[in-house]
């Protein structure tokens, strides 16, 4: 009997993967008649063919859908599994009169279903062989394959407004990069070159990527109930920096839902904010929720052309944008830290024992620290350099505001209320700015850079020599190992940006080297702040920001562990050497 039963089972998956198979062969075929059709000029015939093959494709899709949902759904609870063939299928068959747009939607469940299928193998793989599959590699190639769904996803006509607008692939690897790595340079206008379609594409990828892939899918597995294995936990702390792993699982869940809690409140109040001036309630909760999660995620994404300048003055706005942009560039370790010691002193019956217990990390008194002392002094500095010049049009009220956004959103965010387009600001201006970049956001965060704690920590070292003392951070020693980091990190990220300055400098040779350089710092920092020169770039150059974009985001060392730079340690202590420095 039970022979019987995992025959049926092997036949029943047998049958399924042929469907599948086929659909990925026809939905491939399709791809490339959707590219034929939207840049050549094709016969009559060849229309034919090409629509014929659409047809197929929809009735395979249907077939497959079908024998999923028959053969395999067990109880309602299996239904779940199918959520993406749900999301795909009702807007196929309202469209099923326009075949090219049908099209469309089978071609980006193929590349989903590819993704999820590829990612799945990658941590298998990983479990299997650890050791062959550092988390390095996991974390780049996961976002590899993000990207490349992305572009390929960006550069059908359904992504597109209007049939005379094309997106060439460089454009789609350009922006899917930018997405994904939540920078928020841009080559082609958001809100008017890219439809309905194309804007929630990117808004995916700026989720996925802001959160990290590896952290979504995981805390998503959490919250369905799927066991944490051993060495995705470890990948996990790998990513998000976290070395006490007794309530990693807490703390992934944590993640999960703070971010969409954050995100829903976003983009309530800017919903409400958008609606006196698009008079339409759907349009003003789409604007919400599209500004809430990138600004959360620290993409700098907006659907006006202008970011926010047309906000300014708007207090509501301003301050809920930047609300959203620190929470998503402090780290999800110290939110975390935060709301547990709110949670326990908020309790009814709380001894003297647990306040005591119940206090700041170290790593979360720095990171706040060092990020409020940013923004104290870049919002001085910026009211006092441009009061003049970008902020001369405003009263002071609003020149504090703007002055307070900018430094905000500088870090890390790229959102802009001010015309920052060469050159406009002032060079001094330009320069601070390109330091607030570098610097960054903070670690386990969605920010770029090379994070505020490194900053603090060179700042200390800095101290402690000087004073000929160890390096101590509230009345804690640092280790060796972590000054010897930090110094690694600055070191590495300052040959990559002169590196690709230097690249950069020779691809755009009629270009201001201050904003070539502006541009690289955004780029790798993943601000996504520029002066005006993105969409000028060649194509060598957007090729050469979309690579620097990634390394950023994986950071330069996971990038080097990911594409085979080995290392070494030596076991046995070399004899030292005295060096003149200085």
């Known amino acids: 009997m039970s022979s019987n039963i995992n025959t049926s089972k092997t036949l029943v998956s047998t049958l399924i993967l042929t469907i599948e198979t086929l659909l990925s062969i026809v939905a491939s075929i399709c791809f490339i008649g959707i590219i034929l059709k939207s840049s050549y ?34 109880q309602l609870k299996d239904v779940r599994h199918y959520i993406l063939d749900f999301l795909v299928f009702i807007p196929l068959m309202i469209s099923i009169d326009n075949l090219d747009l049908t099209s469309n939607f089978i071609v980006i469940r ?28 996991v974390i780049v190639l996961s976002f590899v394959i993000m990207v490349f769904i992305g572009s390929i996803c960006l550069t059908l006509p359904i992504c597109r407004q209007g049939s005379e607008q094309t997106t060439s692939f460089v454009d789609a690897l350009f922006t899917a990069t930018s997405a994904t790595c939540v920078t928020g340079l841009v080559v082609v206008d958001t809100g008017s070159h890219f439809s ?26 959490l919250v369905l109930g799927r066991t944490l294995h051993p060495r995705e936990k470890r990948m996990m702390q790998d990513l998000l920096y976290q070395i006490d792993s007794d309530d990693f699982k807490q703390l992934l869940l944590h993640i999960v839902k703070i971010t969409f809690t954050i995100e829903i409140i976003g983009a309530i109040i800017l919903a409400l904010c958008f609606y006196p001036e698009h008079k339409n309630l759907y349009d003003s909760i789409y604007h919400g929720i599209f500004h809430s999660i990138s600004a959360f995620c620290n993409a700098g994404f907006a659907l006006y052309s202008d970011s926010l300048i047309k906000y300014s003055d708007n207090f509501w706005v301003n301050i809920t944008v930047s609300t959203l942009i620190i929470f998503g560039s402090i780290g999800f370790t110290v939110i975390s830290n935060i709301l547990s010691i709110i949670k326990i002193r908020r309790q009814k019956h709380v001894t003297p024992e647990d306040f005591r217990t119940t206090y700041l990390s170290v790593h979360s008194k720095v990171v706040l620290l060092t990020t409020f002392g940013i923004f104290l002094i870049g919002t001085v500095f910026t009211l006092i350099l441009e009061y003049d010049t970008l902020l001369k049009d405003m009263n002071v009220g609003t020149k504090i505001m703007a002055s307070w956004f900018q430094t905000v959103a500088d870090r890390t965010a790229g959102f802009s209320t001010v015309d920052f387009s060469y050159p406009h600001a002032t060079n001094a201006s330009y320069l ?22 490194t900053l603090f920590i060179i700042i200390a070292t800095a101290k402690a020599y000087l004073l000929d003392q160890d390096v101590t951070v509230f009345k804690r020693r ?17 040959i990559v940006v002169f590196i690709f300055i230097f690249l950069l400098s020779i691809t755009e040779k009629d270009m201001e080297l201050i904003c070539v350089a502006f541009e690289v710092v955004s780029a790798f920092a993943t601000v996504g702040l520029s002066t005006g020169i993105t969409s000028d770039l060649s194509d060598a150059g ?36 005295n060096i003149m420095i200085g």
């Not at 299997?128 to 599959?133: E, I, L, S």
């Not at 929630?200 to 979504?216: F, K």
């Open 41 to 74: 000029e094709i016969t009559y015939l060849v229309g034919q063919v090409i629509n014929l093959f659409n047809y197929v494709a929809i009735f395979v899709y249907c077939m497959t859908l079908f024998l999923n949902i028959l053969l395999r759904t067990q």
């Open 110 to 137: 193929q590349l989903l279903v590819f993704g999820k299928i590829t990612f799945e193998k990658i941590q298998s793989s990983s479990q299997d062989n650890f050791g062959a599959w550092q988390p390095a590699k």
């Open 196 to 221: 309905f379609v194309g804007q929630i594409v990117i808004l995916i990828l700026i989720q996925v990527g802001g959160l990290g892939i590896m952290t979504l899918t995981t805390g998503l597995g």
């Open 432 to 453: 601070m700015t390109m330091l607030l970049m570098f610097i960054g956001g903070s670690p386990a965060s969605v920010g770029g850079g090379i994070k505020t704690t």
């Open 478 to 494: 640092i280790s060796n190992n972590t000054i010897l980091q930090a110094l690694g990190v600055v070191s590495i990220s300052i």
């Open 542 to 577: 957007k090729v050469l920001l979309t690579i620097l974009m990634f390394i950023g985001r994986v950071g330069p060392l996971s990038f080097g562990l990911a594409i085979g730079v080995t290392i070494h340690r030596r076991q046995t202590k070399l004899p030292e050497a």
